[in-house]
C-alpha cells in the first residue's frame, strides 16, 4: 500500500491554501487539490508531509502547528491502493507561496467557501470543516 501525506494549510486569518493542478498533472489535471504527495521509503507520515509541502509550495512547517486530521484507505485509485493522512497545518501568518510545475495557480480561500474535488480528500476534508 502506498502511504501519502495531505495537508489543509490554515493562514492566521483562518484561510485555506486551495492548489489548481497543471494540465501536466500525472492525476486529474485541471482540478482541484492540496498540497502533500506520496511519503518515500525511511520517511515517516510527517517527514514526507514537510518534504512535500516544501517541493510544491515552498512552506516550511518547521514552525507550524500540525495536527492529524484523520487517514483513509483508497483502494484502486489510480490504479493503486493508498493510505492518506490528512493535517491540519496552521500558519502564524501567511507564508509565501511558491508553485512548483505540479500546480498552476493558487488561491488563500475562506474555510466556509473551500471545496475540494475528488472522492479521496473530500470526505475528510468534510469532517474537519464540520468540526469547527
Same mark, same amino acid.
Given at each position: 500500500?502506498?502511504?501519502? &501525506? ?8 483562518? #484561510?485555506?491554501?486551495? !492548489?489548481?493542478? &497543471?494540465?501536466? $498533472?500525472? $492525476? ?12 518515500? @521509503? ?6 514526507? !508531509?514537510?518534504?512535500? !509541502? ?8 518547521? &514552525? ?6 484523520? &487517514? ?10 493508498? $493510505? ?13 507561496? !511558491?508553485?512548483?510545475?505540479? $500546480? @498552476? ?19 475528510? #476534508? ?7
Amino acid at each position: 500500500m502506498i502511504r501519502g &501525506s495531505k495537508a489543509i494549510v490554515v493562514d492566521s486569518d483562518g #484561510f485555506v491554501l486551495i !492548489l489548481q493542478r &497543471s494540465n501536466t $498533472h500525472p $492525476h486529474v489535471p485541471l482540478t482541484l487539490d492540496i498540497p502533500g504527495g506520496e511519503v518515500e @521509503d525511511g520517511e515517516t507520515m510527517i517527514e514526507g !508531509l514537510a518534504r512535500e !509541502l516544501r517541493e510544491e509550495t515552498g512552506i516550511d512547517i518547521a &514552525s507550524a502547528n500540525v495536527r492529524l486530521l484523520g &487517514s483513509k484507505d483508497a483502494f484502486g485509485y489510480y490504479g493503486n491502493d493508498y $493510505h492518506i493522512e490528512l493535517y491540519e497545518v496552521v500558519c502564524e501568518n501567511r507564508p509565501d507561496v !511558491l508553485l512548483d510545475y505540479e $500546480h @498552476d495557480t493558487f488561491e488563500w480561500t475562506p474555510l466556509a467557501d473551500a471545496k475540494i474535488l475528488g472522492a479521496l480528500y473530500e470526505p475528510l #476534508f468534510y469532517e474537519y470543516t464540520r468540526a469547527l
